[in-house]
Nanobody, 123 residues
Framework: QVQLVESGGGSVQNGGSLRLSCVAS????????MAWFRQAPGKSREFVAG??????ARYADSVKGRFTISKDGAKNLYLQMNSLKPEDTAMYYC??????????????????WGQGTQVTVSS
């Protein structure tokens, strides 16, 4: 059973930085995509960034140049968030697609999810 545990959320001011972490366990597949999604109150869950086991990464346009996704080994995922804006306020979720050829941006492609960590950016 896949388990994903996020940490690192918190409250920062406009322009601040945070680093999210996700530790995955319970799977051993070679071709995977690990990704971050976020969901703000009243909005649908949206793709933020993903990184494939090949090393290829992709980002949502709204975070390009500000956020960086990285991995440490096969199952430790990070999201460095710089120049945070109030519109980045959301619950951030770690997700895994264990049979991924590439990182998809649709939430339907991801089978397993963490519980989320809250990020709040004040103006």
């Amino acid at each position: 059973q896949v388990q994903l545990v996020e940490s690192g959320g918190g409250s920062v001011q406009n322009g601040g930085s945070l680093r999210l972490s996700c530790v995955a366990s319970g799977y051993g597949y070679v071709s995977t995509c690990m990704a971050w999604f976020r969901q703000a109150p009243g909005k649908s869950r949206e793709f933020v960034a993903g990184i494939h086991s090949s090393g290829s990464a992709r980002y949502a346009d709204s975070v390009k140049g500000r956020f960086t996704i990285s991995k440490d080994g096969a199952k430790n995922l990070y999201l460095q968030m710089n120049s945070l804006k109030p519109e980045d306020t959301a619950m951030y979720y770690c997700a895994v697609d264990v049979f991924a050829r590439v990182c998809e941006i649709s939430r339907d492609a991801f089978e397993d999810w963490g519980q989320g960590t809250q990020v709040t950016v004040s103006s």
